[in-house]
């Protein structure tokens, strides 16, 4: 569904309206495309005193062919704004973050990147140095919405001996993969993550399954692993057979049909893979999704129990046969899709809230069970996206979805999906137990 407001605003003339009326501003966000530069400008890299991770990220960005620089002239714009905050233990120390963004805050280009490094809270040495680090949640979630023109903040907190597993996530939030994702808060573990031989091409040798493939999310997700190199089989409904063979065709992968709430489902699918020249399943996404909305007191028991099987029984069902029967190896990802309604609960969605708060749970509770074996398991929580479903909302609901974000616009299916790729990265070996927002740091489902 086209945003004409936001094709409008970006015109000759809705350019003047906009400033004119004080109208919502979306901005043209960067996204990536293939060939692009990490970055459209020079890297100001700042850190307090004491710091781990600024050499290691100097090291890392000059690797990526960033220009790295710690300080500029007034009037040059830099692409990025990147501060090492892992030397700060205390509050009254807050001030260098002060020191380092006020001067700088009108030196970023549109579409640039606040990034920020942290230790978890929970690995620090000390109450006050958890304090201190708890407090930069705070500064990059209102820097997102302070700062405008597509910018994203983001904190990263990277845990002590994990410096060298930062790598795939700072070229995802630097790049422009990262275009609708602020506001975040990422945790880097410390397990090693070895470097794929091709950042274009992280995925190549992978396999990778893509639940709900046949369009929408789902089908960006089939494209956009198989651009980075994976071989994807692509599944959905019988019903959907023709788009399915259509987003097969164009990723030159596999078309799968299965329903996944049919009781043999995960039984037929773990027979198909184990069958295949992989022997199992690299990259498992779990897609598909449906709702079926009405407040509670109205809601049939048929729509409760659909959501329920399609979004939060079936993957589970999924996974643990394939866990049981060894058909996802060491190296494995497994990445759900949630929904900013399971973080905050939504009006008429209890059903659907339920099972992606649920999704939220599967992360949380396998993260540190499938370390063990090598897998990670993450999640993307989606916003507002311009896709089939909320092309179907009400206008006024959808106008708020679309505006009421520090990007005023939604996002498309393509950013969802390379959040995914993110997660699928052999780099990303390191990135385990997150669900991070792909929403423009929505006001809604805060
Ligand atoms: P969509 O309805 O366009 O696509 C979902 C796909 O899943 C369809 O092709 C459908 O046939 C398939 N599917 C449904 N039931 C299935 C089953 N039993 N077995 C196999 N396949 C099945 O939806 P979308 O907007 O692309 O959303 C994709 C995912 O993203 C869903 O999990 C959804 O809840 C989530 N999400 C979407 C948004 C958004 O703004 N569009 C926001 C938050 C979360």
Same mark, same amino acid.
């Given at each position: 569904m086209a945003d004409r407001y936001a094709n409008f605003a970006n015109s000759g003339l809705g350019r003047t309206m906009v400033k004119r009326l004080g109208l919502p501003d979306p901005p043209r966000l960067r996204r990536h495309t293939a060939g692009d530069p990490l970055v459209t400008g020079p890297v100001l890299l700042g850190a307090a005193p004491g710091g781990r991770l600024g050499e290691p990220t100097r090291k890392l960005l000059e690797t990526a062919g960033a220009e790295v620089t710690d300080k500029t002239? &007034?009037?040059?714009?830099?692409?990025?704004?990147?501060?090492d905050a892992t030397g700060i233990v205390d509050s009254p120390q807050l001030r260098e973050l002060y020191d380092f963004f006020h001067p700088y805050a009108r030196a970023l280009q549109s579409s640039g990147r606040v990034i920020v490094l942290g230790t978890p809270p929970e690995a620090t040495a000390s109450p006050k140095?958890?304090?201190?680090?708890?407090?930069?949640?705070?500064? @990059?979630?209102?820097?997102?919405?302070?700062?405008?023109?597509? @910018?994203?903040?983001?904190?990263?907190?990277?845990?002590?001996?994990? &410096?060298?597993?930062?790598?795939?996530?700072?070229?995802?939030?630097?790049s422009g993969r990262s275009a609708y994702v602020s506001g975040q808060v990422i945790r880097i573990g410390a397990a090693p993550a070895p470097a794929p031989a091709d950042w274009e091409r992280p995925l190549d040798g992978k396999l990778a399954l893509v639940t709900g493939a046949a369009r929408g999310i789902g089908a960006a997700i089939a494209r956009i692993l198989a651009r980075d190199g994976a071989e994807v089989i692509a599944l959905d409904v019988p019903a959907a057979g023709d788009a399915l063979a259509g987003v097969a065709n164009e990723t030159r992968g596999r078309a799968l049909q299965i329903d996944l709430t049919a009781p043999d489902a995960p039984a037929r699918l773990a027979g198909y893979l184990a069958a295949g020249p992989h022997a199992g399943v690299d990259i498992l996404v779990h897609n598909a999704g449906i709702t079926r909305d009405k407040t509670i007191a109205r809601m049939s028991a048929d729509r409760w129990d659909s959501v329920i099987g399609v979004n939060l029984t079936a993957p589970e069902r999924v996974n643990d046969l394939l866990l049981e029967r060894g058909l996802i190896p060491s190296g494995g990802r497994i990445v759900g899709v949630a929904s900013i309604a399971g973080i905050a609960g939504n009006r008429?969605?209890?059903?659907?809230?339920?099972?992606?708060?649920?999704?939220?749970?599967?992360?949380?509770?396998?993260?540190?069970?499938?370390?063990?074996?090598?897998? @990670?398991?993450?999640?993307?929580?989606?916003?507002?996206? &311009? @896709?089939?479903?909320?092309?179907?909302?009400?206008?006024?609901?959808? &106008?708020?979805?679309?505006?009421?974000?520090?990007?005023s616009q939604g996002g498309l299916p393509a950013d969802v999906a390379e959040t995914v790729a993110w997660f699928a990265s052999p780099g990303s070996a390191a990135v385990t137990g997150n669900v991070v927002r792909v929403c423009g740091q929505s006001l809604l489902g805060a």
């Open positions: 002239d &007034e009037g040059v714009r830099v692409s990025a704004l990147v501060f140095e958890a304090i201190a680090q708890r407090s930069l949640e705070g500064l @990059t979630r209102s820097i997102g919405k302070e700062f405008g023109r597509g @910018t994203t903040a983001q904190l990263v907190y990277v845990a002590p001996g994990g &410096e060298a597993g930062a790598e795939s996530t700072l070229r995802f939030l630097l008429g969605q209890t059903n659907y809230a339920t099972s992606k708060a649920g999704v939220i749970g599967q992360v949380q509770a396998y993260a540190p069970v499938l370390a063990g074996r090598g897998i @990670t398991i993450n999640a993307v929580a989606p916003g507002f996206i &311009e @896709t089939a479903m909320t092309a179907k909302m009400p206008l006024g609901l959808r &106008e708020a979805g679309r505006r009421l974000n520090s990007m």
